[in-house]
């Protein structure tokens, strides 16, 4: 069974550095075709793709945020990291971890985290 | 980037309809869009991929198809718990993209 949590503070202040850890099972970030994504969804607002790391450690960015944003996975740890700086309360979103994979050419996010609420405010 | 277009945006639909969900993107993207079905309060869960693949464990009420530009969702028979929100993505190119959503209401 594959499943995905995500973890981090849930109350933030304007100009703070934000720190998300993605905790996973069932599937190896080592496996070809494999990647860990982070999306966020801001209160009563469609989805926004944020970063994605793969297996060959190909990491990819949003490139309205890619200055603010990295992403690192250990894999002997079955985590994925997602950090983002310069909080202002537009962040104020549900940030979610899936899992990518590619199946014959085509990639999807296949299981999602349930999800963690991160509010900026001051 | 490549933007997605959903529509409508709202539906209402009785038990046992059927129903399409259009997604159209601003320029070609092969085959390579999924589907997605977000209730309330719970993370978005996958659908459909490649377009038309249905993912395992869906009903086969849903079906996807179309490919370049426009793309749909179809539930055949609607029943009470497809009520949710359904969102598209394309994956043909970064940034990954969605559209704006459509929530399906169950009259």
């Known amino acids: 069974q594959i499943t995905l949590k995500e973890s981090g503070p849930t109350l933030l202040k304007p100009t703070q550095t934000l720190t998300l850890t993605c905790t996973f099972s069932g599937f190896s970030l080592t496996t070809s075709g494999v990647g860990v994504g982070w999306i966020r969804q801001p209160p009563g607002k469609a989805l926004e793709w944020l970063a994605l790391?793969?297996?060959?450690?190909?990491?990819r960015y949003s490139p309205s945020l890619k200055s603010r944003l990295t992403i690192t996975k250990d894999t002997s740890k079955n985590q994925v990291v997602l950090t983002m700086t310069y909080m202002d309360p537009v962040d104020t979103a549900t940030y979610y971890c899936?899992?990518?994979?590619?199946?014959?050419?085509?990639?999807?996010?296949?299981?999602w985290g349930q999800g963690t609420m991160v509010t900026v405010s001051s | 980037d490549i933007q997605l277009t959903q529509s409508p945006s709202f539906l209402s639909a009785s038990v046992g309809d059927r129903v399409t969900i259009t997604c159209r993107a601003s320029q070609g993207i092969s085959s390579y869009l999924a589907w997605y079905q977000q209730k309330p309060g719970k993370a978005p869960k996958l659908l459909i991929y490649a377009a038309s693949t249905l993912q395992s464990g869906v009903p086969s009420r849903f079906s996807g198809s179309g490919s370049g530009t426009e793309f749909s969702l179809t539930i055949s028979s609607l029943q009470p718990e497809d009520s949710a929100t359904y969102y598209c993505?394309?994956?043909?190119?970064?940034?990954?993209?969605f559209g704006g959503g459509t929530k399906v209401e169950i009259k």
């Open positions: 993505q394309q994956l043909n190119s970064y940034p990954l993209t």
């Open positions: 899936a899992q990518m994979m590619i199946l014959t050419g085509y990639g999807a996010f296949h299981i």
């Open positions: 790391i793969y297996w060959d450690d190909d990491e």
